[in-house]
């Protein structure tokens, strides 16, 4: 048979599309063509599958008019994945296989000139979008590169192969009633159950700061965004690396989602299999690697921080742009890049906890050291945030440095573990309430579950007049108001549980 089809995927953002891989061979000047909008790493293959094919001991078609077609025509291909069906399809093009078993698998993998198969990006998006998966239907069966079939596998109910080598590959689908060879190079893998949370740093680590540990304790409950705001050496980076052990376990969906999002960007590895991520760029990281892009695009630190924690410090030193660029995300959840030719989106769930001196000299306030900035100084470093996107974050808590006798006598803090039991019993009672954490409360979801008495009401209302705010700023400072009282195990929002929350929106000093 001169026409083998062979199935794929192609990664679109989170999207893993179908594609046909249409392989014909015909009589007339020996070529290899390869049609189908690909990028120059896709034509790449065609050198990797003639080499792989002739070293493996198969018999490449050299002399024959070879086209190879990745249909749908429009939808963007790239890097190495399209690898594995090629060249099965040329094989079965040309007999060497057959063409009737490779129905039912979907292949991907890169291949080596010698023929071992390599890793791809995106395994886990591939096996999340196959169909079927959902309606519990019969659904096609993956054939990965090790290192790739691992993390696809973890997504229940998916049957996934994984090969070493073409050749593991090319002996399950040799023509006619021909037994396998039983080589080891093929293996059907079975679900991994989700592996012990890697620890997190304990908390108990921390001496002192209580203003600054009870506002993770309440970010980490309602899924609040966090300031902090110190002199150098006050606890600030020690305080966020242990955010993400306060945070309740992974659900499989949570996890499966999280997974996905790091395979796409080539970083996922089983022993991170629902462990929350924490992503913490560089100052000098630009809005595109925050966000996400290129072509074709790929995911920013924001997503690849999806149900876990971005940590920035240094705030102020980040660039204007790619501050601003955090503002949608914060409120949506999700990111959209638009380019010319394609459109992708992104999941952007995450939890930001940031960090900042409040002056460039880093003392203003400080009891220990005098600041030596001037009021100017001041006034332009704190500018750097612009109002808009201090209005997003929740909680601002200053972080205060303690004297040096006070921080050798101060007793270990509470653990991450005894915290996490009342982070996790105040999300519970959040979902069983409304469905979603208190953070995620919009419209008439935060009247119906931040109902406050006239005296509440009363104290809000002035301190909202006095401080300037803005409708989004009484929203957030009512949703933690919400978070404190599950916390407190409250039903309704009491006076205190507005007072403490109103505390947590100001942090930054003026100049002197």
Not at 60 to 69: D, L
Not at 293 to 320: C, K, N, T, Y
């Amino acid at each position: 048979m001169s026409l083998s089809l062979v199935q794929s995927r192609a990664l679109l953002g989170m999207q893993a599309h179908p594609v046909c891989v249409e392989v014909h061979l015909a009589n007339g000047l020996p070529s290899f063509t390869l049609v189908g909008l690909a990028e120059t790493e896709v034509k790449e293959a065609r050198e990797r599958v003639r080499s792989a094919i002739q070293n493996t001991g198969l018999e490449f078609p050299g002399n024959k008019r070879i086209t190879v077609n990745l249909a749908p025509a429009d939808l963007p291909k790239d890097s190495g994945r399209f690898d594995l069906p090629i060249a099965l399809g040329i094989l079965a093009a040309s007999g060497q296989i057959d063409t009737a078993k490779l129905a039912g698998y979907e292949f991907a993998g890169e291949l080596s000139l010698g023929g071992e198969l390599r890793p791809i990006r995106g395994a886990l998006a591939m096996s999340l979008a196959l169909p079927g998966r959902d309606a519990g239907q019969p659904q096609p069966r993956l054939v990965l590169p090790g290192g790739s079939a691992e993390e696809a596998a973890l997504v229940p109910d998916a049957e996934v192969y994984r090969a070493h080598h073409l050749l593991d590959v090319v002996r399950q689908f040799l023509p006619g009633d021909v037994v396998p060879e039983d080589t080891g190079g093929w293996v059907r893998l079975q679900p991994s159950a989700p592996q012990d949370a890697t620890p997190y740093p304990d908390l108990s680590d921390v001496k002192g700061q209580a203003a600054a540990r009870r506002a993770l304790e309440i970010a980490a409950a309602g899924g609040h965004s966090l300031l902090m705001v110190g002199a150098p050496g006050s606890g600030k980076s020690m305080l966020a690396q242990r955010f993400a052990g306060l945070l309740p376990a992974m659900s499989t969906a949570e996890a499966l989602e999280s997974a996905a999002v790091a395979s796409l960007g080539g970083r996922f590895t089983l022993d991170s299999w629902a462990v929350r991520p924490t992503a913490a760029p560089h100052h000098t990281a630009s809005a595109v690697a925050l966000v996400g892009g290129g072509s074709p695009p790929r995911p920013g630190e924001i997503s690849l921080a999806h149900h876990g924690v971005l940590f920035l410090d240094e705030l102020p030193e980040f660039p204007r742009a790619a501050l601003e660029a955090l503002r949608e995300p914060l409120e949506s959840g999700t990111i959209t890049i638009s380019r010319a030719a394609q459109r992708a989106e992104f999941p952007a769930r995450f939890q930001l906890i940031a960090a900042m001196n409040p002056c460039p000299c880093g003392y203003l306030g400080s009891s220990l050291r005098a600041c030596r900035c001037s009021p100017d100084q001041v006034s332009r470093y704190q500018g750097k945030l612009s109002g808009p996107l201090l209005d997003r974050i929740d909680l601002h808590v200053e972080v205060g440095a303690l004297a040096a006798e006070e921080l050798l006598g101060a007793a270990p803090g509470e653990s991450t573990a005894s915290i996490r039991q009342r982070v996790v019993a105040a999300r519970e009672r959040a979902t069983a309430r409304q469905g979603s954490s208190n953070q995620a409360l919009q419209g008439k979801a935060i009247d119906a579950q931040c109902q406050l008495d006239d005296a509440a009401t009363k104290f809000l209302n002035t301190a909202a007049a006095r401080l300037g705010w803005s409708g989004r700023s009484i929203h957030r400072c009512l949703k933690v108001a919400r978070t404190i009282a599950d916390l407190a195990g409250a039903q309704a929002v009491q006076l205190t549980h507005v007072a403490e929350a109103v505390q947590y929106r100001r942090a930054l000093k003026s100049a002197h």
